[in-house]
């Protein structure tokens, strides 16, 4: 399980740029769900994701000039490299042919090699650890798999523990992020429910969670790509039952009239995986009173609002 320990240190020496994110209640969607929401904003930084927090702490504990390769959608593949080109450390991130081009961009940006392969995200988790392998200077990292990257996710709950929420609402890809939140919560905030949300199109983990065991899909399309998870990591499965209360399902149709709800209500973009605890939170009503999420991302593609554009609420 992720340490208590570390996630607290974590919280004092991750780069400050990923700590103490905005979060507030916004009182146009509290009146729609009928509950105070607490919206915790991870998209104000240089990579415009929560996935800083984990890839920094993790990288903590490397030495300059070696190699890391991984693999991603593009958040993380950010975060990693933009941790290792402040430490001299050399970034290879495959990802999916069809990967969000913008995040590509970006990561290249950041200074990592970026190799594109196969279908899914997945396929070029595979081929990036055949990589890694076969070059013995090269470290392979997988988000969902080390623990550090949990417990640097987890600082999210360290700052949001004090509430004292009934309900805390968390988008699950991996199992990274809502795992280190969850350890933290479930030790300072025993009295909040943890909640984690799936995308409908890929629902490996919530299936994982309730059997117990890691079970793979035939694919994960959604248009959630920061959650579109077909193969789940097995230790991260146990960890999340140990401290997830619920996983549910939210439809992509749902996602989609969220993004498009968070931005008119909010004035910020956030992509379809950062919209998911929102669209869980309107879609499954939860018995929560007082109710928190996250958006956890903001790199969309050129073309996401022509894509959902049939799914904007007729209201706005």
């Given amino acids: 399980?992720?340490?208590?320990?570390?996630?607290?240190?974590?919280?004092?020496?991750?780069?400050?740029?990923?700590?103490?994110?905005?979060?507030?209640?916004?009182?146009?969607?509290?009146?729609?769900?009928?509950?105070?929401?607490?919206?915790?904003?991870?998209t104000l930084n240089p990579i415009r994701s929560f996935k800083g927090r984990g890839a920094d702490y993790y990288m903590r504990q490397l030495a300059p000039g070696q190699h890391v390769v991984c693999a991603s959608a593009g958040n993380f593949g950010q975060a990693v490299g933009y941790a290792g080109r402040s430490r001299d450390i050399a970034v290879t991130v495959y990802a999916a042919r069809q990967a969000n081009p913008i995040k590509v961009e970006r990561m290249r940006a950041l200074g990592a090699e970026v190799i594109l392969e196969g279908d899914d995200f997945d396929v070029a988790k595979a081929a990036a650890r055949r990589h890694a392998e076969q070059r013995p200077e090269c470290v392979f990292v997988e988000d969902g798999q080390d623990v550090a990257i949990a417990e640097g996710a987890g600082t999210i709950g360290v700052e949001l523990a004090p509430l004292g929420l009934d309900a805390l609402i968390v988008p699950v890809g991996n199992g990274a992020l809502i795992s280190g939140i969850g350890r933290w919560m479930k030790a300072h905030s025993p009295r909040t429910r943890i909640i984690g949300v799936c995308a409908e199109a890929a629902p490996a983990m919530e299936i994982s969670w309730r059997t117990g065991q890691p079970v793979a899909t035939d694919d994960a399309a959604t248009v959630a790509d920061g959650i579109a998870v077909r193969v789940p990591v097995p230790i991260a499965v146990e960890w999340m039952r140990e401290v997830v209360d619920d996983v549910v399902l939210v439809s992509e149709k749902c996602i989609s009239a969220t993004v498009w709800t968070i931005r008119d209500t909010l004035g910020l973009i956030v992509e379809p995986a950062g919209a998911v605890g929102v669209a869980a939170a309107l879609d499954h009503r939860f018995d929560a009173p007082v109710q928190g999420t996250i958006l956890t991302g903001s790199n969309i593609g050129p073309d996401l609002f022509r894509e959902l554009a049939p799914e904007r609420p007729r209201s706005q």
């Fill in 1 to 42: 399980m992720p340490s208590l320990d570390n996630i607290a240190e974590a919280g004092r020496v991750v780069d400050p740029v990923f700590l103490h994110t905005p979060q507030f209640v916004d009182d146009t969607l509290s009146s729609r769900l009928g509950r105070d929401l607490v919206l915790k904003v991870e």
